[in-house]
């Protein structure tokens, strides 16, 4: 069945940096836009990145994390990744990957993985 | 940045009730790009409604979504036990792709 599963989560000091990959399966991997949406906790959803399809791999950011986080993709091993540098307090969160459908909108969700920024 | 407001905050509705939120941004979405999100306690969000009115799928018929410009709207016809949880609506015809603070549906 189609699955996006992260990986990466952890406890970090602030400054630090941290990896999360996104594993996807049941689905052909390099059709599709992939993204980042990260949630605080008990606070609503945040968008982060995406990144297209293609080898050309065009990105976007939210302002929040522009200059400090750089998605990836690996369309060969079907994963996503998010390499998070100079990381905040307010960068502790679930990050969740999700598939872009091809309107847009974010049709499928791992189940998120944690992140927490605290010395 | 589109910034979006959803209204009410909590909604305190019964099972067999008509639930309808409310979701308005601050400047018009583009081609209805406009989608809402189920999330319950400790689980990813679920699609429910992209392009402001279509069904994602195997969503139920009970959800149906409205709207254009700047004022959307989700309506449940008849609230079942499994609906009680957080609405989100999310634009994604310009970046940065934004979401609404959420209402909660919970029960009288």
């Known amino acids: 069945q189609v699955q996006l599963v992260e990986s990466g989560g952890g406890l970090v000091k602030p400054g630090g940096s941290l990896r999360l990959s996104c594993a996807a399966s049941?689905?052909?991997?390099?059709?599709?836009?992939m993204s980042w949406i990260r949630q605080a906790p008990g606070k609503g959803l945040e968008w982060v990145s995406y990144i297209s399809s293609t080898s050309s791999s065009y990105t976007n950011y939210a302002d929040s994390v522009k200059g400090r986080f750089t998605i990836s993709r690996d369309n060969a091993k079907n994963s996503l990744d998010l390499q998070m540098n100079s990381l905040r307090a307010e960068d502790t969160a679930v990050y969740y990957c999700a598939r872009v459908a091809e309107g847009g909108a974010f049709d499928i969700w791992g189940q998120g993985t944690m992140v927490t920024v605290s010395s | 940045e589109i910034v979006l407001t959803q209204s009410p905050g909590t909604l305190s509705l019964s099972p067999g009730e008509r639930a309808t939120l409310s979701c308005r941004a601050s400047?018009?979405?583009?081609?209805?790009?406009l989608a809402w999100y189920q999330q319950k306690p400790g689980q990813a969000p679920r699609l429910l409604i992209y392009g402001a009115s279509r069904r994602a799928t195997g969503i139920p018929d009970r959800f149906s979504g409205s709207g254009s410009g700047t004022d959307f709207t989700l309506t449940i016809s008849r609230l079942e036990p499994e609906d009680f949880a957080v609405y989100y609506c999310?634009?994604?015809?310009?970046?940065?792709?934004?979401f609404g603070p959420g209402t909660k549906v919970d029960i009288k």
């Open positions: 400047q018009s979405v583009s081609s209805s790009y």
């Open positions: 049941g689905f052909t991997f390099s059709d599709y836009y």
């Open positions: 999310q634009q994604y015809g310009s970046s940065p792709f934004t």
